[in-house]
């Protein structure tokens, strides 16, 4: 049918079924028959298929929010952090090796040293690793161990036989933390090489990582006891998808439209070459969900909301766009019609652990935040000060100044744009990330009380949203008060 034949109607259409695009500004939750305190709200997660957290916290990949500092602050508290991409790949793989070795029950990658290796080299590689000891080893099998006081007063041209201990304290394969635990105790040292049966080197037990275990025990780990850590990549970089692939748990598509069939073709080549989960995003409708189920075998979290992050501009200029309250709504319908269990995180817009709430409310599994986590100690950003104030660097990944870097200008399609999509600024600073992160965790929990949800399951299906009129949502702040803080800026 040619354009001009079309039916008026069409086009009227589009304003009699408009659809209303609500935000977290928009809605509250209602309160409902509470049967739990917050204290006993359960807030544990699921952020992929296979991958639980236990509280639903992820960072954003931005280069002024996630590296290895803040993966592991937010990891050890339960939650996960996605390294950003706007940097070389080895890079990138270095920052998420650091995450993975930052703790661990047993150390499957263990460097070592052989019998004719020189004291020099020991201490070289015990720098460039910041650890304190090696095992020796000839082939596989375990013959001794050094340590930095073997090491450190002796001269570099002697070899690792002539000052390593012959007499190894191990373990074999198998044995319990406890054991280990107390093996390390009895025998006052700080590392247990663990052996097969025929004695070759399999693992190590730190004496470090049994502390911190005891020290972060809601950490989010994997199965041999590493933090958890996702990484960012873009579907058009498969050699940079790959060796990410051999250390991190989850890979996280970084495209602002993934709803596109170039992008589609891309991830479903990478998908078929890696082996980790791969969250696919950023999309914002039904629809999107609905080709991604349909064409993607593997999809193992949907990363939602489109223009809606606080240095985005996106939707200003482009006027396209999906608030990431909407958007997880659609995206949780396809997801529920296709009985797809795919976990959804809902990204950008958070500003306080009520908007965290409503977007759980609305079917989300997580949420992501950029703004609130880059004002941490942890983020890479600048700190400064303005006024006797302290900010910190915040900045969008489509802003010219991160585009200038130029390793994820293709977030922003292919060939990459050269509009800019995003803002650089500051925002105030926070402290530690744990301050924040109590902070949305108390608030999650008064939320989900108050919605009588006892854990996150309960809040999508119990938990009902109502809209705001404009005069509701100026009467949900404080109002007709003067606040000390309003009056100080008068005086
Ligand atoms: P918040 O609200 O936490 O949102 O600052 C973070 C999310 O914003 C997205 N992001 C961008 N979106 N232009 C955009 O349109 C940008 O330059 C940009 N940088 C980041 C991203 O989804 C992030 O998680």
Request: charged fraction near 25%.
């Amino acid at each position: 049918m040619k354009t001009e034949e079309r039916p008026r109607s069409t086009f009227a259409s589009k304003f009699k079924d408009i659809q209303l695009a609500l935000t977290f500004g928009d809605v509250l939750i209602l309160p409902g028959r509470a049967e739990v305190e917050p204290s006993e709200v359960d807030v544990h997660t699921h952020v992929t298929k296979r991958h639980k957290l236990n509280i639903p916290f992820v960072s954003s990949p931005m280069d002024t929010v996630t590296e290895s500092e803040m993966a592991i602050a937010l990891a050890r508290q339960g939650g996960l952090g996605v390294v950003h991409r706007n940097c070389a790949a080895e890079e990138q793989v270095e920052m998420v090796k650091r995450v993975k070795r930052a703790e661990a029950l047993i150390i499957r990658d263990v460097i070592t040293v052989t019998p004719n290796d020189t004291v020099g080299q020991a201490l070289s590689l015990m720098e460039r690793h910041n650890i304190s000891g090696l095992p020796v080893v000839e082939g596989s099998k375990l013959v001794g161990i050094v340590t930095g006081r073997d090491v450190r007063f002796a001269q570099a041209t002697l070899l690792v036989k002539q000052v390593m201990t012959n007499e190894v304290v191990k373990a074999e394969e198998g044995t319990s933390l406890e054991e280990a635990q107390s093996l390390l105790r009895d025998h006052k040292i700080e590392k247990l090489p663990i052996v097969s049966k025929a004695g070759e080197l399999s693992g190590l037990i730190t004496f470090k990582d049994i502390l911190l275990r005891g020290k972060y025990p809601d950490a989010a780990r994997d199965e041999n006891g590493h933090l958890l850590c996702a990484a960012a990549v873009s579907p058009f970089d498969l050699e940079r998808a790959k060796k990410l692939d051999e250390f991190a748990d989850i890979l996280v598509t970084d495209v602002s439209h993934f709803h596109n069939v170039n992008v589609f073709k891309a991830t479903k080549k990478l998908m078929a070459e890696v082996s980790a989960e791969v969250i696919v995003g950023n999309i914002g409708t039904y629809q999107a969900a609905e080709d991604a189920i349909a064409e993607l075998e593997r999809v193992g979290g949907f990363r939602v909301g489109i223009g809606s992050g606080s240095i985005c501009t996106t939707a200003e200029v482009t006027k396209a766009g999906s608030p990431t309250l909407f958007a997880t709504a659609q995206v949780s319908d396809a997801v529920a019609k296709y009985g797809a269990n795919i976990p959804i995180i809902a990204d950008g817009g958070i500003r306080t652990p009520g908007d965290a709430a409503i977007a759980l409310t609305a079917g989300a599994s997580a949420v992501m935040a950029g703004n609130l986590f880059a004002r941490c100690r942890e983020s890479p950003g600048t700190l400064i000060t303005i006024g006797g104030r302290y900010y910190k660097q915040y900045r969008g990944m489509g802003s010219p100044t991160a585009r200038a870097k130029r390793y994820s200008l293709d977030r922003y399609s292919m060939p990459s744009k050269g509009v800019p999509e995003g803002v650089e600024g500051w925002v105030p600073y926070k402290g530690e990330v744990n301050i924040v992160l109590d902070e949305l965790v108390s608030g999650l929990r008064a939320s989900m009380g108050y919605a009588g949800a006892k854990n996150i399951e309960e809040l999508w299906h119990k938990a009902t949203l109502a809209a705001l009129s404009p005069s509701g949502a100026e009467e949900a702040g404080p109002h007709d008060i003067l606040l000390p803080s309003e009056t100080q800026e008068r005086v």
